[in-house]
RNA sequence: GCACCCGUAGUUCAAUGGAUAGAAUGACAGAUUCCGAUUCUGUUGGUUGUGGGUUCGAGUCCCGCCGGGUGCACCA
């Protein structure tokens, strides 16, 4: 039977690119070739397409909102947890066959991006980006330190002069200032909005080259400065529809005791919006632009609870799709001085973080010495894609909901259980099928028959029931919503691989049949290699 | 105080309720000298925080306790 589907798939193989279970056997189709297994243990029929997505979904995509940062100082380490798993996330469901749609919800209004513009203002003496050759997110996060610093100062002289430490707080003339400013931005006074506009421009430029440098992009970006008003009409509906409540004070607020929660406030007396209020409106907003199947924010687990009163808010207002939002709710990053404060200095920044695992990268080629025939570009984008590699796969194999240990010092592994160690098994894999090629009574393996091979060797067995794998690992990823699924998956078919080859010649193998299916066991191995690491945003060089 | 999340080898992490709880790292011993040694094989290391319960079967589900974290703003 494996040899009948192999043929007829061999004949079709340019039509085909997709997996399947057929009869109890798993095929695996991949980029115009073929691949058919002679055993397995999956039982139900079952279709995986990866290349186009049902048409069905087209209309209803998955939106994944991630990455979500603020404009007043640059990304840090949690922010690159987010972001990878946003992207991961996104690319798994693609690769199931949803219509994705990846987009960011960008803070980029409020109290701390004044704090920044203020500090600017005052003591900037009109530094820029290019006058200062600062990236632009990291100028004005370095004003938004120098804003806490005064701050702090002159809260300790009011302290001092008999002042409690609350009233101090209140009455520092940097924070009125601050907020004076606000209240500008928010009456659309033109200097302060030019101003933002100005420093906003700079941070976009700032982020646009840390997303390029983490390989992570958007379908659409959203702004908080045109959303932060969308929710109140919801807000009304859900009055007029007797399912939320208005205090005396003209407060508007949701009573969630009944599903186990407390009251909640949706809007502040004075009538402006709260955070939730804009959650509510986004919600609905997209909801009426996509039909979305659904909704998946990537956000920190110190936001479980706001996510559940969303949920239910929009559940009582009776909108069927409450249901379809789902927080992807992802755990901290600690340090090994504790947690990261980003007061105190004990955050990790993105950008400095990147370098330090490329020139790391860098150092450890080198003292290999392989490849020092290589062009410096060439050279350079292969430590680009080392050490990114091994950071994005040190953060993806843990499980999201997780908290996990970041150790800098120590520095992330090239060794082991880590990215760079799977790399090198698709390096292995790209060096022995280079080397088939290049013997040519191998070249043409259009007649091969695998069907003879019945009596695979442990080794033989072991990789290719890893390699059959990849469809189910890949559905369960998207269940769970889980890159570290795939990433604990591909560094079992990585080992496989390192043990398969240490015990098998592959191209001067006992005989050319022999040769001719370990060849193509290698060639597979490869191809689901390199699709699962892209998956998690991971490249792979032909050499390293 | 109330609510939610987490506790697995020394350390960092795995394990759709299912077989003897697995890797990596560390230490030690060995193999391959090659189609790529960032390799492979072995030894070492566990009362899964703790006490009960449900189940034919619990690291996994339920309850209590201990430890760690987060949330409970007319901030976002």
């Known amino acids: ?89 996104a690319e798994i469901l693609k690769a199931t066959g949803n219509h994705v749609k990846k987009v960011n919800l960008v803070n980029d209004r409020g109290i701390h991006i004044c704090k920044s513009m203020l500090a600017w203002k005052k003591y900037g003496n009109g530094e820029t980006p290019e006058s200062s050759g600062m990236k632009g997110d990291h100028l004005v996060g370095k004003y938004y330190v120098e804003f806490d610093k005064i701050n702090k100062e002159e809260v300790a002289s009011l302290v001092t002069n ?65 959303t932060y008003i969308l929710g109140k009409e919801i807000v009304q509906e859900g009055l007029d529809k007797g399912v939320f409540f208005k205090k005396d004070d003209g407060s508007v607020w949701v009573d969630l005791t009944d599903e186990g929660l407390d009251q909640k406030l949706l809007l502040r ?25 659904r909704l998946i924010y990537v956000v920190g687990n110190e936001q479980d609870y706001h996510f559940k009163v969303l949920k239910l808010a929009l559940k009582k207002l009776g909108y069927d799709w409450w249901n379809d939002l789902h927080h992807l709710s992802y755990a901290m990053v600690d340090l090994p001085s ?74 992330i592994d ?68 889980s890159p570290a699924v795939i990433a604990n998956y591909v560094y079992e078919l990585a080992k496989a691989y390192n043990g398969f080859y240490h015990e098998h010649a592959v191209v001067d193998a006992e005989n050319v049949e022999a040769s001719l299916f370990r060849l193509k066991l290698t060639e597979q191995t490869a191809r689901v290699l390199k699709m699962a690491l892209a998956l998690l945003g991971i490249n792979v060089p032909e050499r390293m």
């Open 1 to 89: 039977v494996g040899a009948e589907i192999g043929n007829y798939l061999s004949e079709h193989a340019a039509e085909v690119s997709s997996f399947n279970v057929v009869k109890g056997f798993l095929n695996l189709v991949v980029n115009n070739s073929v691949w058919l297994s002679v055993f397995n243990d999956v039982a139900e029929d079952k279709s995986y397409g990866i290349s186009e997505p049902d048409s069905s979904f087209v209309d209803a995509p998955v939106l994944v909102e991630y990455s979500s940062p603020n404009t007043n100082k640059p990304l840090h380490l949690g922010h690159v947890r987010n972001n990878l798993l946003g992207y991961a996330v």
């Open 162 to 226: 008999g002042n409690s430490e609350e009233d101090a707080k209140k009455k520092a003339p940097v924070m009125l200032e601050a907020q004076e400013m606000l209240r500008k931005w928010e009456a659309n006074d033109p200097e302060t909005v030019a101003l933002w506009q100005k420093m906003n421009t700079w941070v976009y430029a700032g982020f646009d080259t840390t997303y390029k440098m983490m390989g992570v992009d958007f379908d659409k970006m959203y702004y908080e400065s045109q």
């Open 269 to 293: 007396s004075d009538g402006t919006s709260v955070y939730i209020t804009q959650d509510l409106g986004t919600s609905r907003l997209r909801y009426q632009e996509t039909h979305f199947s």
């Open 338 to 411: 504790g947690k990261m404060k980003s007061r105190e200095g004990t955050v990790v920044d993105a950008d400095e973080l990147m370098e330090e695992m490329i020139s790391e990268a860098k150092r450890i080629t080198k003292e290999l010495g392989k490849l020092d025939d290589l062009a410096s570009d060439e050279a350079e984008q292969l430590y680009k894609t080392i050490g990114l590699g091994a950071l994005k796969y040190y953060i993806l194999k843990v499980d999201p909901e997780k908290r996990m240990m970041f150790n800098p010092e120590e520095s």
């Open 414 to 481: 090239f060794n082991g259980h880590s990215g760079p160690f799977i790399q090198s098994a698709y390096v292995r894999c790209r060096s022995v099928m280079r080397k088939g090629d290049s013997v040519t009574s191998l070249k043409n393996y259009k007649d091969f028959d695998p069907s003879f091979y019945n009596a695979l060797e442990n080794k033989e067995r072991d990789l290719l029931k890893n390699v059959l794998r990849y469809p189910e690992v890949l559905d369960e990823a998207a269940e769970r919503f």
